[in-house]
Structures are given as C-alpha cells and as structure tokens.
C-alpha cells in the first residue's frame, strides 16, 4: 500500500503560482512513478504531469508545456508540481498518483494509488 497526501492548493489570481506537493508513505517511493490529473466540476479527470522512478522522464500535455513542471525527491518520499502563469481554466482538484512501472503514464487507468485531492482556485 501507498499513502499519498497532496497539498500546497488555494486560491490565487491569475497569472500567479502555486506549488503543490505530494506526500508518500509505505511501500519504497523510488519505485513508484508519479502522476498529477485534475478535475474540473462536470468534467472528466485529466493528466497533468508524470515522472519516472529514476527522474530521467517526465511528461506533460501540449496544453501545459512551459507552465507546469513536475519533480521529484525519493530522499524525502515527495513528488511536486510547480504550476506558473496561471489561469481560471487550471481551476480543479488536483490529484496525485502513484503507479507501479506503468506503460502509459497518462491515462488515469494506469495508476494504482491516488490522493485525496487538493483545490486549486484560480481567479481572473
């Protein structure tokens, strides 16, 4: 079992920054390749970003290159996304994720592990 906790979320006015953090506990983090989604009310849930267990890939959509990075630390159990330039329509839960060797880092299906989610507000 993985325990994740997700936090860093709150509102912020468009243009700003925000980091959010994912906390891991139980089995080896090192292990474990990391995802963010986020859901926006009404709307499925989306990929965001993803890096592997030895830190040498990480992904994104097209739509969020540039703005959004995501990184780990396997020393401190910790996976981050630092989110620039902010709009409203990055307004959502967002999720973080933990998958074990997965084959396809973007789809929601492949991951074993999630939070319980945290807020991002972003006002215009």
């Known amino acids: 079992q993985v325990q994740l906790v997700e936090s860093g979320g709150g509102l912020v006015q468009a243009g700003g920054s925000l980091r959010l953090t994912c906390a891991a506990s139980?089995?080896?983090?090192?292990?474990?390749?990391m995802g963010w989604f986020r859901q926006a009310p009404g709307k499925v849930r989306e990929f965001v970003a993803a890096i592997r267990e030895s830190m040498a890939n990480t992904y994104y959509p097209d739509s969020l290159k540039g703005r959004f990075t995501i990184s780990r630390d396997n020393a401190k159990n910790t996976v981050y996304l630092q989110m620039n330039s902010l709009k409203p329509e990055d307004t959502a839960v967002y999720y973080c994720?933990?998958?074990?060797?997965?084959?396809?880092?973007?789809?929601?299906?492949?991951?074993?592990?999630w939070g319980q989610g945290t807020q991002v507000t972003v006002s215009s």
């Open positions: 994720a933990a998958a074990k060797s997965p084959r396809v880092v973007t789809a929601t299906g492949s991951y074993d592990y």
């Open positions: 139980g089995r080896p983090f090192s292990t474990y390749a």
